[in-house]
């Protein structure tokens, strides 16, 4: 208990502190609750303070964001607006044409897909008249297109084009749409490339991507094109002709199929993979190639024919960069830097449209393509700046080199004028690196001056004489003068001096078919010279001219000179060049080639007349080891002696090898071992091996290159003229012709120059020296006088036989060795060698037979021996000279006239018109085919005047003889001969007149568009402006050499003579000319007559009685025919005396009055002092042989009375003709 008090007694007091202490801490803790509680209240309101803040705080950083991002728009839209409100006028602009193109897009695609399509083939002229035809063919269908169609505009992308012209392409228009229809074509394209640009294009362009090259001669072309098929590599086909492999169809015709999902195609027995990427071209250098159908619908055949206007841009960059090479340099260099600028400026576009395109949302969010924006802008800014400076500087540039214009003009010129020459002869053919070799020539060594015409004339005139020189080495001499003219004409016409329509009626003589006005001179003035007279009287210079023709024409008409004679007043103030030779033309024809070389002269100069002479030396020179020099044969020219000799002087070896049949191989052998030794080569006769001539084109081409080659290594080919001779050949080579001299001095010194005469020891090597000069000078003239004979045409020869040096040489030894071995002078043997075996070998017509045999007795008969005094011609001029020595007989052939007059030949005077308008003739020939077709004159186009002319024709042709009517008119009787005759003759002329109609009312439907312009019209077309007779009416017609207008009169005469048969009987004199098969007439005779005396036919012959009548008699003959419309060439037909006489002056042909033909029994002719006249059908006097066995052209001889040797009008060359050619 004690514990317990003493326990409370602690523990009480200690209770009592307690509950106090309690209470005080109740009422400490009610305060601390108070207090606590209001610590809250200001707590929570102090979180609703910062939540606020919190909040502002946040709103405030959103808004200094939105005006960061705010400002940063601005700043970007400020870019975006200065970036591209450059473009914006630009695109404004393409916005607008864009909306224009998307309106005119389907008739601007429809024309773009016919160009490409069909117009690939054209010349720029036909294609600009198709693609205007097409406008407004488009317009009248209401086809929304372009006013001024181009289809660069359309389907041409300028970067692009830029990129074709640095690799080459030509940079005129017409070219430019030849790229895009390379590109654009789903066909591959076959480029017509003479001059060799599209390949130079094509290699250049496609040289980065592998092209490989490729022949049809290639041995392993087939493996490249299968290769290339596969990786999609390109390939070039080079060269190709007419026709095709036929292992490239599946590849022209793209015929894929697809195995496992990929693209196959067959070529040849193998199938391989075809890839996309590939692209195949092909080129030609066939200047006009006809390809077939079968072709032409498997690629996209165009025309690379270099322009007028590519060709100026071309040497205009030539002589630019001679003359002025900084400049060319800059310029070129500007060329490129523009280009480049073009193709970044593009990709600088493309890429803004594509980031414009890409851009999601707001752009002005998107920093990256802002600065590609911006950075762009820069770039284009600074590329403009740039293309400003260098436009400026070009247009400074093309100021200078725009002074040089007219030397690229004139150059242009010269180019196309002896492209032309092409058609003349296949040989003729001059590439365009040939040309721009002789033009960097030409600037380099014409004179040089600083003043910039005298420059520019002095370039002219030199690089037109080099032209000419070097063309004329490869010219035959007939084609000389025609180049000159044609030159002339050209230059002339390019400065605007030559007036169309004039131009073509010198060359044509016009076309009509009637001339209804009266000859006022008949005497003097022929029908055909009268009736050009009346058409040149509508050219522009001689209006007036058929009713001014005063008798004071006919001193012109008698002039021995006319192209100098004066002319009546006005028309010598009146007319100048061109307009004079048309009068002279139509009055003189003969004398017009001297005119065309009195003009020549007056306009270019006389070197232009005077052909430099062959040099051998000289072509040489300007050849190298890798061009072949080729000669171009001619009859009588033989160049290897004088080649050989070449070859002995200059030191070098010479392997000769004639090509034919089976020497191919031996010839690439001789070839193969002399490039490597440096020897030469020469191969004859290229034109007999035709089979090999791509062979030797190849190893022209791929084995004779710069690598390869010796350089005095040199191929020398002899050919004559071949169509089938290498055209890349004949570009690239040195061509040169070598003719016999013309001129019987000439002649006759070259056969004494030349080996064997030249040689000493055969001079004087026979036992009979007088005997022997005196012939063997005899036998070079007779040798002189058939070569020279030739160019009198038919009155020379009726066949143009090729007798050459080794005639001569041969018929030389055979006469020493004769002279040596007999004691008598064995005439008859040495004329039976030389007229029937040397000579006459080469001779196919008896009646030259007969010709060679009368000028062989002038010189091999017993007088030229014995009598010094013996002449060889009428004026005593021409003789063998006394016995003498060899220098002597020199001197005697060089005091020979230059020109010898025709008796010489035994011909008249008249021989040299004759001779003269067949020169004019084949001149004018031979220009018409290096001239375009162009409009007929008067404003009216060429097809409105074939159009007109077949019109007229066509209502002037009578209908077809009925046949089945005349046989019941005319039965065929024993009796009566000539009712067969008629009907086989209107049989033949029915044949005809179908022919005739059928062509002309298909022609003009063709220039209607109504049917096809087949080839065959087109031919039609080609020979009525020209007037000539087309070649299909030719083939069924009968012989005719007259134009056009006169052939159509002939022909209706014909048909009228026949009519008048029918309607009245057999005339009483028939016109033997009418008949179409004259032969079937003079059968129809012999077989009444054999039939009404019971003769056998093949005892007939027929005598001829001249009558004094000309056109009529009152009845017929009892036996035989009275015939008429004979004309006699070289003679006529003397009236008072009854025989065949002199000719008169310039009257070339005689008519011959009515002939009575007898026929009778051969045995029992009298021999009568005549001349057997052969008759011929037309002036040409050749013809062939038919199936019916007769000539074509040859008839019958007639006897004609003569009180001279029948030898004098042998040697005159006197026949008879149906027909004459005018």
């Not at 909306?99 to 490409?116: F, Q």
Request: with cysteine.
């Amino acid at each position: 208990m004690e514990v317990y008090e003493r326990v409370a007694k602690v523990v009480a007091p200690k209770k009592l502190k307690l509950a106090e202490a309690e209470g005080e801490f109740a009422v400490q803790m009610s305060k601390l609750n108070a207090k606590r509680a209001e610590l809250q209240a200001v707590l929570d309101k102090l979180q609703i303070l910062n939540d606020e803040f919190e909040a502002n705080q946040q709103k405030k950083m959103t808004l200094e964001q939105n005006i960061d991002i705010c400002s940063k728009k601005l700043d970007r839209a400020e870019k975006l607006i200065g970036g591209l409100g450059g473009e914006k006028e630009r695109w404004g602009e393409a916005a607008r044409i864009l909306e224009e193109r998307y309106l005119n897009i389907t008739g601007d695609v429809l024309l773009s897909a016919g160009v490409v399509a069909y117009l690939g083939a054209f010349t720029i002229d036909f294609r600009n008249e198709c693609i205007s035809d097409w406008l407004k063919m488009c317009k009248d269908k209401k086809i929304l297109c372009s006013k001024n169609f181009s289809l660069n505009a359309t389907l041409g992308e300028p970067v692009k084009i830029r990129a074709w012209h640095i690799a080459g392409l030509p940079v005129d228009s017409f070219s430019i749409d030849n790229g895009i229809v390379v590109y654009n074509s789903r066909r591959w394209p076959l480029m017509i490339d003479p001059q060799g640009q599209a390949n130079k294009w094509v290699k250049n362009m496609e040289r980065a991507n592998k092209l490989s090259v490729i022949k049809l001669s290639d041995a392993n072309y087939a493996r490249t094109l299968e290769n290339s098929i596969q990786f999609g590599t390109p390939v070039l086909l080079e060269n190709v002709g007419e026709e095709l492999d036929p292992l490239l169809e599946p590849l022209l015709l793209k015929q894929t199929f697809k195995q496992g999902g990929v693209e196959y195609m067959r070529l040849g027995e193998n199938v391989i993979e075809f890839s996309k990427d590939f692209k195949f071209y092909i080129t030609t250098r066939l200047r006009n190639p006809h390809y077939l159908p079968e072709v032409s619908v498997k690629v996209a055949v165009l025309n690379f024919m270099i322009t007028p206007l590519g060709l100026e841009d071309q040497l205009l960059g030539i002589v630019a960069a001679k003359e002025k090479p900084e400049l060319e340099e800059k310029k070129n260099e500007l060329i490129i830097e523009s280009a480049k600028n073009q193709k970044q400026l593009k990709e600088i576009e493309d890429k803004i449209l594509e980031v414009l395109s890409s851009s999601e949302g707001n752009i002005l969010e998107d920093e990256t393509a802002i600065k590609i924006l911006s950075s762009s802008k820069t770039l284009s800014e600074e590329i403009s700046a740039k293309q400003e400076i260098a436009s400026q500087t070009e247009k400074e540039i093309d100021e200078t080199r725009n002074g040089y214009k007219p030397v690229a003009t004139h150059s242009s010129i010269l180019f196309f004028c002896i492209s032309d020459l092409a058609n003349i002869e296949p040989m003729y053919q001059y590439s365009l690196t040939w040309f721009i070799n002789l033009f960097l020539q030409s600037i380099a060594n014409s004179e040089k001056s600083s003043v910039l015409k005298e420059r520019i004339k002095a370039l002219n005139e030199h690089f037109t004489y080099s032209i000419y020189c070097n063309v004329c080495r490869s010219l035959f001499e007939k084609e000389k003068l025609l180049f000159s003219f044609i030159l002339c004409m050209r230059i002339l016409k390019g400065k605007g001096k030559v007036d169309d329509e004039t131009w073509r009626f010198l060359l044509t003589g016009g076309v009509a078919l009637d001339n209804p006005h009266p000859n006022p001179h008949p005497q003097w003035l022929s029908d055909k010279s009268w009736s050009e007279i009346v058409r040149a009287s509508n050219l522009k210079d001689l209006k007036g001219w058929m009713n001014d023709l005063s008798p004071q024409w006919k001193e012109v008409y008698d002039s021995v000179t006319p192209q100098d004679a004066q002319y009546p007043e006005p028309w010598q103030l009146k007319l100048t060049g061109l307009s004079r030779m048309v009068v002279l033309r139509c009055i003189r024809p003969d004398k017009i080639v001297p005119a065309i070389q009195n003009f020549i002269v007056e306009e270019m100069g006389r070197t232009y007349i005077e052909p430099p002479t062959f040099n051998l030396a000289g072509s040489y020179a300007d050849s190298n080891c890798c061009s072949p020099l080729i000669f171009v044969l001619s009859p009588g020219a033989d160049p290897m002696s004088g080649l050989l000799k070449f070859a002995e002087d200059m030191g070098m070896r010479c392997q000769t090898i004639s090509l034919g049949q089976g020497q191919g191989p031996i010839a690439t052998k001789m070839i193969d071992n002399a490039i490597k030794e440096g020897t030469w080569v020469v191969l004859q006769n290229c034109h007999l091996a035709t089979s090999w001539m791509p062979k030797l084109e190849k190893i022209c081409e791929e084995v004779i290159i710069p690598e390869n080659t010796h350089k005095d290594f040199r191929l020398w080919l002899t050919s004559y003229p071949s169509e089938d001779f290498p055209v890349s050949i004949l570009q690239n080579g040195v061509k040169m012709t070598n003719e016999p001299p013309k001129g019987l001095r000439a002649n006759l010194l070259r056969s004494y120059l030349n080996d064997p005469i030249s040689d000493q020891s055969f001079f004087e090597g026979c036992n009979k020296p007088k005997q022997w000069r005196k012939l063997l000078f005899g036998l070079c003239f007779f040798h002189a006088m058939v070569q020279e004979r030739r160019k009198f045409g038919a009155l020379g020869w009726n066949i143009p036989y090729e007798f050459n040096e080794s005639d001569l040489r041969i018929s030389l030894r055979q006469q020493q060795m004769f002279l040596n071995d007999y004691n008598e002078l064995p005439l008859a043997a040495l004329t039976y060698l030389t007229g029937q075996c040397n000579y006459g070998g080469r001779v196919t017509d008896d009646w030259d037979r007969r010709l060679l045999v009368s000028l062989l007795s002038i010189f091999y008969n017993h007088e030229i021996v014995e009598d010094d005094s013996h002449k060889f011609s009428p004026s005593g001029q021409y003789y063998a000279p006394c016995h003498s020595d060899y220098q002597s007989y020199i001197d005697y052939i060089r005091e020979l006239p230059l020109i010898p007059h025709p008796e010489v030949f035994g011909l008249h005077e008249n021989a040299d018109i004759t001779k003269d308008n067949q020169e004019t003739q084949q001149l004018f020939d031979g220009i018409l085919l290096t001239l375009p077709r162009q409009s007929g004159g008067g404003g009216k186009s060429s097809q409105d005047v074939v159009d007109e002319l077949a019109n007229d024709i066509l209502s002037k042709l009578p209908a077809d003889y009925d046949i089945e009517k005349v046989m019941k008119l005319y039965p065929v009787v024993y009796e009566e001969s000539m009712n067969t005759v008629l009907r086989q003759e209107l049989i033949r002329f029915n044949r005809l007149t179908k022919v005739v109609r059928s062509t002309l009312q298909n022609m003009r439907k063709a220039l209607k568009g109504l049917v096809v312009m087949s080839s065959e019209l087109e031919d039609v077309f080609t020979s009525m402006m020209m007037g000539k007779v087309p070649a299909v009416w030719a083939a069924k017609s009968y012989p005719s050499l007259k134009p056009l207008g006169s052939y159509i009169t002939d022909l209706l005469t014909r048909l009228k003579f026949f009519q008048d048969w029918i309607n009245s009987g057999a005339p009483n004199v028939f016109w033997i000319s009418g008949f179409y098969f004259t032969q079937s007439f003079l059968t129809g005779v012999s077989q009444n007559y054999a039939r009404k005396y019971t003769i056998p036919i093949d005892h007939l012959g027929f005598e001829f009685e001249m009558l004094g009548d000309e056109s009529d008699m009152d009845k017929k003959p009892d036996d035989g025919a009275y015939v008429k419309g004979l004309f006699l060439e070289g003679a006529r037909w003397d009236r008072e005396a009854k025989v065949i006489g002199e000719s008169l002056p310039k009257m070339l042909y005689d008519q011959l009055p009515i002939i009575w033909v007898q026929p009778g029994e051969r045995s029992k002719f009298k021999d009568k002092s005549t001349y057997s006249c052969p008759v011929y059908k037309t002036s040409a006097r050749r013809g062939t042989l038919s199936t019916t066995g007769h000539s074509t052209n040859y008839v019958l001889p007639i006897e004609l009375p003569s009180d001279k040797p029948s030898s004098h009008w042998v040697n005159r060359g006197v026949a008879s003709l149906c027909q004459l050619d005018d």
